[in-house]
């Protein structure tokens, strides 16, 4: 009988149900099951639907059900930073609000005035940006502290939806990284930063590492799927299941994790929470077996993709990056990580504005658009691993590029040529892979992470591109 492994991967703007077979050394992957994601506007805020996408999860599972394919384990990943609070009785507290929201921005100031900058990057390792979890629940202790009070239970994302199936509430170490509530060094929840700041820090139970087994799901969800499936940590925290996809041994390797973000850095044995790297803004979040993922966070292909919806579908993204390509005289550069990025009604007029606030030629259509886009993109990358280069005192001689963004070839290619290194693209769906590669760590298929990478380097396609 085959063995099936499933990655639940949901992004910010799809979900996806993979299941993963390890066979005759090789791992081959299976999409079962797909749905859009997306927030929605409530109560004046940006919010995610975590009903819809619960729904989806189990949704998927019937599809495993369906076609016979029931798998042995099943592990979910999602983005960081975002969580829940619940009362006593389990219900969510307030509106399940997203990263995106601009409630934060005043927050990062009062949490400065209570503990500084500096000091924070010294115990977190985290980089300052306003959709940190911190800031998040600074929010609502500033405008909401009455679900603060009543809460019994803070849960990320990725938890809450484990804690749904399985009736179990366990915090997992990568997504727990994300919110700058975490000691880096001891890898534990900090109680000096929860202290100060005023949280409960009886909300914030015992952190697990990624391949722990949870366990099976509830008799009602047994009931309503049709059969039991025991749940694992992966790294739960999507970048962190991407990066454990690298086909690549050791630690010696620049990776950009592209999708609607793009996650730029290195892995590394020990946390760097250095005053240079505090002032590069870098961060230090939590991998499989301990690596921090040194890295920074990059706006990524948000802004493709939100040009892409504002012309209501009407391009691929391959027509986008061609006729993108087609404008190669156009040069315009914004910063791609400015805040009017972030959540714009029209990124379009966004990125127009963005080059005249950076004296910068204007787009006159919207492919020149996506071409100041592609070009602000390999800049970031090029600056980025020059300041990585200038922390760790040491160079590196190639980009390895997985998940989605890597089948943009025109983006590898300004990419080599914007940083001088030669790129790897592959593989595709790297965070569900890295998903079923913890899954099978778990089950004792690899003992671990090199082994885990030499099955991914020869069970999947690897373009080079050179610079």
């Known amino acids: 009988m085959d063995k099936y492994f499933l990655a639940v991967d949901i992004g910010a703007s799809s979900g996806r149900h993979i299941l993963g077979k390890y066979e005759n050394g090789k791992i081959s992957l299976e999409e079962v099951y797909r749905f859009k994601n997306g927030f929605e506007e409530r109560n004046g805020y940006l919010c995610w639907r975590h009903d819809c996408l619960f729904a989806e999860i189990k949704n998927g599972l019937k599809k495993c059900k369906e076609i016979g394919k ?12 975002d969580f829940v609070l619940l009362d006593e009785n389990d219900e969510i507290l307030g509106d399940t609000i997203a990263y995106r929201d601009d409630r934060t921005y005043p927050m990062m100031d009062k949490v400065a005035k209570i503990i500084p900058d500096e000091e924070l990057y010294s115990i977190a390792g985290i980089q300052k940006v306003n959709f940190n979890t911190i800031y ?50 001891t890898k534990k929840w900090s109680k000096e930063i929860i202290k100060r700041l005023g949280f409960n820090e009886n909300l914030f139970g015992e952190i697990y590492p990624p391949k722990t087994v949870i366990g099976g799901f509830t008799d009602a969800i047994k009931e309503e799927i049709g059969f039991d499936c025991r749940v694992v940590l992966p790294a739960t925290h999507d970048t962190g299941s991407a990066v454990l996809a690298l086909p690549t041994k050791g630690m010696n390797n620049v990776y950009i994790s592209s999708g609607t973000w793009s996650l730029m850095g290195v892995e590394s044995e020990t946390a760097n929470c250095s005053k240079e790297s505090c002032e590069l803004n870098f961060t230090n979040e939590g991998g499989v077996e301990y690596r921090y993922r040194y890295l920074k966070n990059i706006m990524g292909l948000w802004m493709l993709q939100s040009i892409k919806r504002e012309l209501n579908d009407e391009y691929g993204f391959g027509e986008i990056s061609d006729n993108a390509r087609k404008c190669g005289d156009f040069n315009a550069i914004v910063d791609v990580n400015d805040s009017m990025f972030l959540a714009p009604k029209s990124m379009i007029e966004a990125v127009k504005e963005g080059c005249k606030k950076y004296n910068q030629p204007v787009p006159q259509n919207v492919f020149e658009v996506a071409q ?83 099955a991914v380097k020869n069970s999947f396609e690897i373009k080079k591109i050179d610079a």
């Open 70 to 81: 029931i798998p042995e384990t099943m592990g979910i990943d999602t983005w960081g930073v």
């Open 136 to 185: 998040q629940l600074m929010a609502v202790k500033e405008t909401n502290p009455e679900h603060l009070e009543k809460a019994k239970s803070y849960l990320m994302t990725p938890e809450y939806f484990n804690f749904l199936l399985t009736g179990k509430k366990v915090s997992e170490y990568t997504v727990a990284s994300t919110t700058g509530m975490l000691d880096a060094k």
């Open 372 to 454: 100041c886009v592609y070009l602000s993109l390999a800049k970031t990358y090029a600056d980025t691993i020059s300041g990585i280069e200038k922390v760790l005192g040491k160079t590196f001689d190639s980009i390895s590029i997985i998940g989605g963004g890597c089948q943009d070839g025109y983006l590898n290619e300004l990419t080599a040529k914007a940083t001088g290194k030669t790129v790897y693209a592959g593989p595709i769906e790297a965070t569900a892979l890295g998903n079923i590669l913890a899954q099978m760590m778990s089950c004792g298929i690899f003992e671990t992470v090199d082994d885990a990478r030499e």
